[in-house]
């Protein structure tokens, strides 16, 4: 799988859009990005995916630049109970399974 | 709500003894993956079930074992416990179809075991 590297921490101001960076320079074609958050102890929970194309959902945006190298994770307006460590994770399938491998993530504090 | 349910939310035992998680995945989904999430280690991928079948092992000790059952619900038993088997172990479910494809994980709450 693609290894990814993201910031170890990131600040964001209450009602602004929180930018999350992703770098994943060896993705490979058929490889997605998975974005996953956790809120202090709780389970991980599913953000958004994509292969290519931008995506948009009820929570966020992900944008994939062209050359599939990096992406971002837009939440629009940013509130405190999004405050949590985001995973970005890029997996295709193989035939060692469909299993996740996580990283450190980064953790995202939202200040009033 | 993930639609994911783990039992016991919390588990406190002592060195030495055994004890069973218990999944059960959301309806409908054939994939079942056991992660454990330690202090220093972050989240580490143990196992994947898919319709009763195992499909994937990662890091997982030989005294920790895993199944799943017709039902689909999926228990890992950990055994000759250690300190450093404290962790929060996380289950997660996915359609899974014939395991060619990657398909989204929902996560459990968790169980959070501690070993005295």
């Known amino acids: 799988d693609a290894k990814t590297t993201q910031p170890p921490s990131m600040d964001c101001a209450e009602g602004r859009a929180a930018n999350l960076p992703c770098n994943h320079s060896t993705i490979s074609g058929n490889e997605y990005v998975y974005w996953y958050r956790q809120i202090h102890s709780q389970g991980p929970q599913y953000i958004i995916h994509g292969l290519k194309n931008n995506e948009t959902n009820e929570m966020a945006s992900l944008i994939i630049t062209e050359d599939r190298k990096s992406s971002t994770l837009i939440l629009p307006h940013a509130t405190l109970r999004d405050t949590a460590v985001y995973y970005c994770i890029v997996r295709g399938h193989d035939n060692t399974g469909n299993q996740f491998y996580f990283g450190t993530g980064t953790s995202l504090t939202v200040i009033p | 709500d993930s639609g994911v349910t783990q039992t016991p939310k919390h588990l406190i035992t002592a060195t030495g003894q055994r004890v069973t998680l218990r999944c059960s995945p959301r309806?409908?989904?054939?994939?079942v993956y056991w992660y454990q999430q330690s202090l220093d280690q972050g989240l580490q991928f143990l196992i994947h079930?898919?319709?009763?079948?195992?499909?994937a092992k990662g890091n997982i000790l030989e005294r920790f074992s895993a199944q799943q059952f017709p039902d689909l619900h999926s228990e890992l038993n950990l055994s000759s416990l250690e300190l450093g088997d404290s962790a929060l172990y996380f289950c997660?479910?996915?359609?899974?179809?014939?395991?060619?494809?990657?398909?989204?994980?929902?996560f459990g709450p968790g169980t959070r075991l501690t070993v005295l």
């Open positions: 997660a479910s996915s359609v899974g179809t014939s395991g060619r494809y990657v398909d989204t994980q929902y």
């Open positions: 309806s409908g989904d054939l994939s």
């Open positions: 079930y898919y319709n009763g079948e195992e499909r």
